[in-house]
């Protein structure tokens, strides 16, 4: 791998890349979508659109469930509100810590990296979520996806995180699982490694453009010293 031999810190994405949260997804959207009275969506489908934000997921459900047709201002919101209660009831009681991520996590720790979680999920949802798996006590800072005014990929969202852990772009690494972190980090200018599982909205994620791929959190330790 290409990449600079020295970090000051690293900014990991949540789902796809710390967390599979996809249970949590479709256990929260069939919920919504029973009290909405339409179709219930499966795994597969949501699995292929998770990553760039609630917002953009419950659009896409509902386009999905209603063969198309986009979702009115009145049905969105009344979606959105269905979505957070009974996301926020069930959140992380249907997902897993992909192997690797604690030991990943505690090795850039022990390297003397400043680290923060960045992700598009809304910060009431992450974090919960990494307080009820254990994460938590391993990050600096946690942003959401409604901490900044824009959402990856973006570069704010990875600009301003540089800028609160008080590291430069260039020395900061960004682990991801998807093109949205790997493009954010580009324009950031931060250098980039993607995970190899995960989500990436359907596509094979080594078709990206990144500085390096790893199969868990744990090989990290090897490319910082790459």
């Not at 339409?38 to 659109?49: D, N």
């Not at 009831?89 to 990943?104: E, F, K, L, R, T």
């Not at 391993?138 to 301003?160: C, I, M, N, S, T």
């Not at 909205?201 to 910082?224: I, K, N, T, Y």
């Amino acid at each position: 791998m290409h990449l600079i031999t020295k970090f000051d810190a690293t900014i990991v994405d949540l789902d796809g890349t710390m967390v599979d949260t996809l249970g949590d997804f479709v256990v929260a959207l069939n919920c919504m979508l029973d009290e909405l009275a339409l179709a219930q969506v499966a795994a597969e489908t949501v699995g292929t659109m998770v990553g760039k934000g609630s917002e953009h997921l419950i659009h896409s459900v509902l386009r999905h469930v209603r063969e198309g047709r986009d979702a009115d201002g009145a049905l969105y919101a009344q979606a959105w509100r269905s979505y957070q209660k009974h996301y926020l009831a069930i959140n992380g009681q249907h997902s897993d810590i992909y192997p690797g991520v604690a030991a990943g996590l505690a090795t850039l720790r022990e390297r003397g990296l400043r680290l923060a979680c960045l992700t598009n999920k809304p910060t009431a949802f992450a974090r919960p979520l990494l307080v009820a798996k254990g994460l938590d006590s391993y990050f600096d800072v946690v942003f959401g996806g409604d901490a900044f005014e824009r959402q990856k990929p973006d570069p704010l969202p990875l600009l301003k995180t540089c800028e609160a852990l008080g590291c430069a772009p260039a020395r900061t690494l960004m682990v991801g699982d998807s093109s949205n972190d790997a493009r954010a980090a580009r324009a950031a200018g931060c250098p980039v490694v993607l995970v190899s599982y995960g989500y990436n909205h359907g596509e094979p994620v080594r078709g990206v453009d990144a500085d390096g791929f790893v199969d868990s959190l744990e090989e990290l330790g090897r490319v910082l010293d790459s």
